[in-house]
């Protein structure tokens, strides 16, 4: 039952099929996950307590920006509400149902789910449009365009015929799920680079994806200082070999270069291009860059306590502009404060596997290189990040320990993560 529930909540955080396009499969989850966490008695006091104290520091941040900050009208708080209980809420159940659990299954399911889209992405790169025909005729929501469909478990999009989707929406927002899901497997397997690892990293080079690649660079940097390479020696190894690939590779430092020259276009003439897509009832996307400097520039000093869940609706310039950079976003909605707060505490859940802030800080930076490049802070995969690190303390388990694990390798290794952490890394 435990993997069935990763399995949901990392669909209903990939955002690319119909299981988080319905706001009704939404709390069917959530009344799946109470369902799980009431039959094996997995909730206690201590939980209730828990999201409790973070709904009302939540709604007092809330009420308090609304009152006296950005003073818009009732049904801009009412939204930031309905966000608790639709994208927070689910993300709080499930570490609350898997507990000490959830590094282990976050890692499996997403590894798993990599194994099962490789022979998909080869099809699609030998047979993309019978793939495609295949899936329309299937017909699974969520009918994004003309040319996407989707497998549950794999998503296809002729938009990036190369690329790999994955069970995201696009590739970057997978390789945010493939780097993350490495850092935990790395994690809770003491830094051992196994085969299962390298299923991982075989699909990150699949993705094509710039800043999956830099994610990755990063996850490598503090692998390798896991494993006691010393800094210095690290850094001679290493820059000769980012300096070809970011040359040479055409999705690196050129393409970099490209979108940025695009996104000062597109800056440029952002009023007409608003109007044009306004008529024709079409949407266009942002770049990464364009989206930073948009919503700067609209909101300013208000980024530090953010604006409003549905902060786009605040300015009739962004109902047609579909913003690409999860950092800005993310202030937007709930500020430079709030996205402090959910860094920190990814930062003190990343602590517990890691020897030292080293290398807890290098988890940290690829979550921002990774929400830099994709809206994927709003979704519950980041906003567990508020609770993991609860769940992740022996200490706060100890009314679960008469559960035993259902997985007998989770025992070992649980043992093999903690001698690890014993050990002193040079």
């Not at 299981?19 to 039959?39: A, K, T």
């Not at 994955?166 to 993350?180: D, I, R, S, V």
């Not at 809770?188 to 999956?212: C, E, G, H, P, Q």
């Not at 695009?262 to 989206?291: K, P, V, W």
Request: charged residues 15%; glycine residues 6%.
């Amino acid at each position: 039952m435990y993997y069935f529930a990763t399995f949901l909540f990392i669909l209903l955080s990939a955002n690319g099929t119909f299981v988080s396009f319905f706001n009704i499969d939404w709390f069917i989850i959530e009344f799946i996950f109470i369902w799980i966490g009431i039959e094996y008695d997995r909730f206690n006091k201590r939980d209730i307590r828990l999201f409790g104290k973070f709904a009302l520091i939540y709604i007092g941040y809330c009420s308090f920006r609304s009152l006296f900050l950005v003073h818009l009208p009732l049904n801009y708080f009412v939204s930031d509400i309905i966000y608790l209980f639709k994208y927070i809420l689910p993300s709080f159940l499930f570490c609350a149902l898997l507990k000490d659990r959830a590094l282990y299954y976050l890692s499996k399911v997403i590894i798993d789910l990599v194994i099962i889209s490789i022979p998909f992405y080869l099809v699609q790169l030998v047979a993309g449009n019978a793939l495609y025909n295949i899936g329309t005729s299937i017909g699974l929501p969520p009918y994004r365009d003309y040319d996407y469909t989707n497998f549950i478990v794999f998503v296809y999009t002729k938009a990036h015929t190369l690329q790999n989707c994955g069970f995201a929406w696009e590739p970057g927002a997978y390789g945010f799920f493939l780097n993350l899901g490495l850092v935990f497997h790395l994690m809770y397997n003491s830094f051992v680079m196994d085969k299962r690892a390298v299923w991982i990293i075989v699909a990150i080079i699949t993705t094509l994806s710039t800043t999956s690649f830099i994610g990755l660079l990063v996850v490598m940097i503090l692998f390798f200082r896991a494993r006691g390479v010393k800094f210095s020696f690290l850094t001679i190894l290493a820059v000769p070999v980012i300096l070809i690939m970011v040359f040479e590779l055409p999705f690196l430092a050129d393409k970099i270069v490209q979108t940025y020259k695009h996104d000062l276009y597109s800056l440029q003439n952002i009023e007409y291009l608003s109007r044009y897509y306004l008529q024709t009832g079409e949407s266009f996307a942002l770049n990464r860059f364009a989206s930073l400097l948009l919503i700067y520039k609209l909101f300013g000093a208000q980024l530090i306590f953010g604006v409003s869940n549905i902060f786009t609706e605040t300015q009739p310039i962004l109902k047609n502009i579909n913003i690409s950079n999860g950092i800005f976003e993310f202030c937007a909605k709930f500020g430079v404060i709030g996205l402090v707060f959910m860094l920190y505490r990814g930062y003190l859940f990343f602590r517990t596997f890691t020897v030292n802030f080293e290398q807890a800080f290098y988890c940290v930076i690829l979550i921002l290189i990774l929400g830099f490049g994709e809206s994927i802070f709003v979704l519950p995969i980041a906003t567990a990040l508020f609770f993991l690190h609860y769940y992740a303390q022996p200490e706060e388990i100890e009314e679960d320990d008469q559960h035993q694990f259902d997985e007998p390798e989770l025992e070992n290794g649980g043992q093999k993560r903690h001698s690890f952490l014993n050990k002193t890394i040079i």
